[in-house]
């Protein structure tokens, strides 16, 4: 089984829908769970950190559930700004400040 | 906007060769980081760097690799001897001080070409 497992995309959507974005992780021990969004070529930028009780920056939700071991993203009113690669990404364990990439999901916003 | 600045942006060198890698990480941060992203493929870790010694490494960071911290802001990861297989993009990251893993900002990277 992959570490952290995503759906490759890519998602193609108009402008103002929303999306949303699954992951799984294999470790248990994982402590620290982030999304991070990679633009072609470019490094990965911080988005949000996933906390167990769920949080929201804006037209981004994130939810996490230890028991399933799975982690989504919600991205609402998409916008063009958005077409980017989202990452999900967990720490390699207990104490381990290590971090374990997915291979991302492509998301295509369309005019 | 404090950020991680990483130099040189494109590294061309020839297999065999050592090459240097530099990052300064952000201010106030304590730990620092190497990762790369072969084309096409997952970001990797390479290893985590604290109180100036390698609290982590990957398998990927053999004994061809090393990193230092030669002063207060550099932070340097060196190749010994190249292989092409080592082509791939380079980021730094860094993150402040906390009792769990936290949030990681990283540079803009430096993309090495072996040839």
């Known amino acids: 089984r992959k570490e952290v497992e995503q759906d490759p995309g890519p998602f193609n959507v108009p402008e103002g829908a929303t999306v949303a974005f699954n992951c799984t992780y294999s470790?248990?021990?994982?402590?620290?769970f982030f999304w991070y969004r990679q633009d072609c070529r470019k490094e990965p930028k911080l988005l949000m950190s996933?906390?167990?009780s769920g949080n929201e920056d804006g037209r981004f939700t994130a939810q996490l559930n230890r028991a399933s071991q799975y982690i989504s993203l919600l991205i609402r009113d998409s916008k063009l700004s958005d077409s980017a690669t989202y990452l999900c990404?967990?720490?390699?364990?207990?104490?381990?400040?290590?971090?374990?990439f997915g291979s991302g999901t492509r998301l295509l916003v369309r005019p | 906007e404090p950020e991680v600045t990483q130099t040189p942006s494109h590294q061309v060198t020839q297999m065999g060769q050592e090459v240097i890698l530099r990052c300064v990480p952000i201010?106030?941060?304590?730990?620092f980081y190497w990762y790369r992203q072969i084309l096409g493929q997952k970001v990797e870790f390479l290893v985590s760097?604290?109180?100036?010694?390698?609290?982590?490494k990957s398998e990927i960071f053999d004994d061809q690799f090393s990193v230092e911290r030669p002063d207060g802001s550099n932070f340097t990861l060196k190749i010994r001897s190249t292989k092409l297989e080592d082509s791939a993009m380079y980021f730094c990251?860094?993150?402040?001080?906390?009792?769990?893993?936290?949030?990681?900002?990283f540079g803009p990277g430096t993309r090495l070409t072996v040839t």
């Open positions: 990251a860094s993150s402040a001080g906390q009792v769990l893993p936290g949030e990681q900002y």
């Open positions: 760097f604290y109180n100036n010694e390698i609290s982590e």
């Open positions: 470790n248990s021990a994982s402590q620290s």
């Open positions: 996933v906390y167990s």
């Open positions: 201010s106030n941060h304590l730990y």
């Open positions: 990404v967990v720490n390699g364990g207990d104490s381990s400040y290590k971090l374990i």
